[in-house]
């Protein structure tokens, strides 16, 4: 691991590293830890939710906040065709739909 000089973030120089350690992490401070990133990422871009939508959608998606993570991924679907980016619409809109399933208790029939 080393700081980046520009950034100062922490980079790993091997992604299993890094995998090794999240993974490490117990799920119950996981999810606080993503909650707390998402809570913070939204405080700080109240007024333009839309451009993180992604990440938010992300960190959402690994907390109990499915209600969140659902919104942020309609929001990022939306981005993406707005953009033209239908390629991009395609990977998203399912994983709302597939969340949305898992959180309501819906099964594919």
């Not at 109240?46 to 992300?58: K, Q, S």
């Amino acid at each position: 691991m080393r700081r980046d000089s520009e950034s100062g973030d922490y980079l790993f120089k091997h992604a299993l590293v890094r995998d090794v350690l999240y993974d490490s992490i117990l799920t119950p401070r996981r999810m606080r830890l993503h909650l707390n990133v998402a809570s913070e990422i939204e405080r700080r871009s109240a007024n333009r939710l839309i451009e993180g939508a992604e990440v938010l959608a992300h960190h959402y998606s690994r907390t109990h906040r499915a209600d969140k993570a659902f919104h942020y991924l309609a929001l990022a679907g939306r981005k993406s065709l707005n953009s033209y980016s239908v390629e991009e619409a395609e990977t998203i809109f399912p994983a709302g739909t597939v969340l949305a399933r898992v959180g309501t208790g819906l099964r594919r029939r």
